[in-house]
């Protein structure tokens, strides 16, 4: 069997600081005592190799709008918001660009790469050699989470701009400019990253999971200050804690801090009044909701993220879908609304 190698194609798939992490993995890898060694390296290569096909395919299609007609048809941001604007929660996909979901596809495919090279730098690292070893590998343990938290904000920041390009309720400028933002992610898989558009977004994340949070009659206030302590953009924070936010808009907030629905928070608060109990820890707040948590819950923590951020967005649209009382949009999606209006409207006074 021949040797594995480490080759990256010429698609770029994968940028500069994702290949050096990668051949610092290769380069402990290789040298490793491990009785799995050559298996390791196998799934590297062939991983790297994997993904860069994926890539292939996704180069295959033509940006977004650069065919632009067929026959008397013809493609256009504002046909495209029209198609959009007929899709719903359930038929979405069948609506979008085929180069948005080969895109996405390709970041799922990614997710999933550093997802196992994180698996693999733990097996490595437990048979590393001396402590040097060790430490370089927990750097390049440090640097596979970002990298699978970056695809885990892409998904996300596409899902926010999505759920408010096929909201018809919403103004159709408006509308026009999430759909220039999904069209900007769609053009740009290869070498997009969330935070060159919505650093907002993935810094309120990245402080999100790095907060522990307690739940107390208090409803998150003390959170505030910790998500600003931990790198949450001041700016998302200001928002939610302006003097008149809507009703559903700190409901959204509250359940983005908390973790659990407007409909379990009542609960607990009136619990919490019934015992003279101020505070509780989530596990506690689990137990009390009746709540189980999966037995299969030990998986990375962007992945928690991901499930975290889809169960309130499914929560949202079933009260929007039965006119049910509670907040009609996530926290993220409450925000982005209103950078999107703050965009149109700097874009309108630009205009005269």
């Known amino acids: 069997m021949p040797t594995p190698r480490l080759v990256f194609g010429p698609i770029d798939s994968l940028s500069p600081r994702e290949r050096q992490t990668l051949e610092t993995l290769w380069r402990h890898a290789e040298v490793s005592t491990h009785p799995m060694r050559d298996e390791f390296l ?25 065919e632009r007609q067929l026959g008397s048809r013809e493609r256009s941001l504002g046909t495209l918001v ?57 750097l390049v343990q440090k640097d596979v989470d970002e990298w699978l938290h970056g695809c885990v904000y892409t998904l996300l920041a596409e899902e926010v701009l999505g759920s408010i390009a096929r909201d018809q309720e919403q103004p159709q400028e408006l509308r026009t400019c999430a759909v220039e933002k999904l069209a900007g992610i769609w053009g740009n898989y290869l070498h997009w990253a969330v935070r060159d558009f919505f650093p907002l977004l993935q810094a309120t994340w990245s402080a999100r999971r790095r907060i522990r949070v307690s739940i107390g009659t208090t409803l998150g206030v003390s959170e505030m200050m910790r998500l600003l302590q931990a790198g949450c953009d001041p700016e998302f924070v200001e928002y939610f804690a302006r003097p008149n936010p809507t009703r559903d808009e700190a409901r959204a907030f509250q359940e983005f801090l908390i973790g659990v629905p407007t409909e379990a928070i009542r609960s607990l608060v009136q619990l919490m009044e019934e015992e003279g109990r101020t505070c509780m820890s989530p596990e506690e707040a689990r137990e009390a909701l009746g709540i189980v948590t999966p037995e299969n819950d030990t998986g990375h923590g962007g992945v928690r993220a991901y499930r975290f951020f889809r169960e309130r967005q499914l929560q949202a649209a079933a009260r929007r879908l039965r006119n049910e009382p509670g907040p009609r949009r996530t926290a993220e999606e409450y925000v982005m609304l209103y950078f999107l209006e703050k965009e149109c409207a700097e874009k309108g006074a630009g205009a005269s």
């Open 42 to 66: 196998s799934r590297i290569a062939l991983g790297v190799t994997r993904v860069e096909q994926i890539a292939e395919a996704l180069e295959a299609y033509p940006p977004i709008f650069q």
């Open 82 to 138: 029209d198609h959009l604007g007929q899709a719903d929660d359930s038929n979405y996909e069948m609506f979008v660009p085929t180069r948005a979901i080969v895109g996405r596809a390709l970041v799922v495919a990614e997710l999933n790469f550093w997802r196992m090279i994180g698996y693999l730098v733990g097996e490595i690292a437990g048979r590393a050699g001396d402590e040097a070893a060790r430490a370089e590998l927990e």
